[in-house]
């Protein structure tokens, strides 16, 4: 009864290739994020979607575009692929902006 | 935009023994969170706690809003209490930002 979930888990890939990350929330929330951690453990927001609609966009390059069919589901789509693209990206929902956000369980992006 | 700094970065503890972690950030807030990564990896929601004091278990986490400041006590901390503690706040953009982690890890 996993609440925000994540697949893949891990995804190891070459530079120049394009891939796709997928999220998915069953908490009936309005509002999902993506965000980057890195090596040193740093969490940044990349991207946030609220009923569907892209509220928030950091600035991050263009190679990255979040994708939201539904209210319960959020894509992440990577293309060319960089070695500093490796990184954990964590997929989250709240009920709405500005409540408390649950983290699904990441997925581990290495680029060789 | 806000700024976030927690500490101490790094924490060693005896298994039992109590601690105080602290966030301090620079503007007003309307979400404040707390959260630990276990060393699976895993994110967990600990607290929201914009202001107030709240109580979770050994966890407990007070925020002083007018002071810019929040804390996460734990007591008589277990093994399993190990990991990264972050808070993480948000002020009107809607973007949550995360301080940098308090490293806690806790010995038998």
């Known amino acids: 009864d996993t609440a925000v979930s994540q697949t893949p888990k891990y995804l190891v890939t070459q530079m120049g290739n394009d891939k796709s990350i997928k999220c998915e929330q069953n908490?009936?929330?309005?509002?999902m994020y993506w965000y980057k951690q890195d090596s040193k453990k740093f969490l940044k927001i990349m991207f946030s979607y609220n009923n569907k609609e892209l509220i928030i966009n950091e600035t991050v390059p263009n190679r990255f575009s979040p994708k939201s069919p539904d209210k319960a589901h959020l894509n992440l789509h990577i293309n060319s692929l960089e070695l500093g693209d490796s990184a954990v990206y964590f997929c989250?929902?709240?009920?709405?902006?500005?409540?408390?956000?649950?983290f699904g369980p990441g997925t581990r992006l290495t680029v060789t | 935009g806000i700024q976030v700094e927690q500490s101490p970065p790094d924490l060693i503890l005896q298994e039992g023994a109590n601690s105080t972690l602290r966030c301090n950030f620079s503007d007003s807030v309307n979400n404040l969170q707390w959260f630990h990564q276990n060393p699976w990896g895993q994110l967990i929601n600990l607290f929201y706690?914009?202001?107030g004091t709240k109580q979770n278990g050994r966890l407990s986490a007070t925020t002083v809003a007018t002071e810019r400041y929040s804390l996460l006590y734990i007591s008589s901390s277990q093994t399993t209490d190990s990991g990264v503690y972050f808070c993480?706040?948000?002020?009107?953009?809607?973007?949550?930002?995360f301080g940098a982690g308090t490293t806690v890890t806790v010995r038998a």
């Open positions: 993480a706040v948000e002020s009107n953009d809607y973007k949550l930002s």
């Open positions: 706690i914009p202001s």
């Open positions: 989250a929902s709240s009920p709405d902006r500005t409540y408390e956000q649950y």
């Open positions: 908490l009936g929330h309005d509002t």
